[in-house]
């Protein structure tokens, strides 16, 4: 068996409004794992485990461990990012000498098999390249990210609930109206072109989605009113992380107290950043 290894992978925040199942965007909240014996304030993971279950279909071998401060089931990405380590530890394996460049060769193999297993790929996109990414007919576009940007606050509201995946997407409709469809590929369209260009003012209504949040916001008590007052607080744009419960708003970091303040009491809240890098080869660190 190969010598241990080591991976940081970021959260992700998926849809990013109109974006739905195509954007996804990488946070500094970062989930570790590696191979061998576990360190301190790290679990090995069992064979159930969706980290475990992406590493044996990349052909890993040994035994997994895994630390991470992105909370299950709130819509930052965990199961997806957990995927991405447990898979990046397996293609890492396949060269000890050059465990970060055997990830970046198999980077196409790592984004084809944990889209497979999450479903869809723009979690995971995210969690591979980092940044902002555009998933498309099995490609991660990465976009390019600014200064401006690249200095904001993504502020989670994170309420005390949890939502399922599968129980999100049930509630959508099957029938979409042609003026709601062209509303929101505008709506993409200008979210795209905002973070391309560095423009945070061309963020502002670029989250307005009429394809999945007007089924998906009621579910979540206090998530539209989030929206609504961190964007009164002086956020561009806030939406529904992924298919919830947690809401994203992205601000310039000068606002980013004040539109943590205006949130509801009903969840609490993580100042983060878009992630500058995506999956990492790291020595594990102590606890």
Do not use: Y
């Amino acid at each position: 068996m190969s010598g241990a290894v080591a991976v940081t992978v970021p959260a992700s925040s998926a849809n990013l409004g109109a974006g739905f199942d195509v954007l996804g965007m990488g946070l500094d909240l970062r989930l570790e794992a590696g191979t061998g014996a576990a360190p301190d304030g790290a679990r090995s993971v069992d064979v159930h485990h969706p980290a475990a279950i992406a590493f044996d279909a990349l052909g890993g071998s040994g035994t997994i461990w895994l630390r991470s401060p992105i909370p299950m089931g709130r819509g930052l990405g965990f199961s997806g990012a957990a995927r991405v380590a447990g898979a990046s530890l397996a293609a890492a394996q396949r060269s000890p000498e050059d465990p970060q460049g055997a990830i970046a060769a198999a980077r196409d193999e790592i984004l084809a098999v944990t889209s497979a297993l999450e479903g869809h790929g723009d979690n995971v996109a995210a969690s591979v390249c980092g940044g902002v990414v555009a998933w498309v007919a099995g490609r991660a576009l990465e976009l390019r990210v600014g200064p401006q940007l690249a200095s904001a606050s993504v502020i989670a509201w994170i309420p005390d609930v949890t939502t399922a995946t599968d129980r999100s997407r049930a509630e959508l409709g099957t029938d979409v109206a042609r003026t709601d469809v062209v509303h929101s590929l505008g709506r993409l369209a200008q979210f795209v072109v905002a973070v391309e260009h560095d423009d945070p003012a061309l963020l502002v209504g670029a989250t307005d989605d009429r394809l999945h949040q007007p089924s998906r916001l009621p579910l979540v008590p206090g998530a539209a009113a989030a929206i609504h007052a961190g964007v009164a607080a002086g956020a561009w744009c806030g939406w529904l992380s992924g298919s919830g419960p947690t809401v994203a708003l992205l601000c310039p970091s000068r606002s980013a107290a004040s539109v943590v303040a205006a949130l509801p009491s009903g969840g609490r809240s993580k100042v983060l950043h878009i992630a500058d890098r995506g999956v990492e080869v790291t020595a594990p660190r102590p606890h």
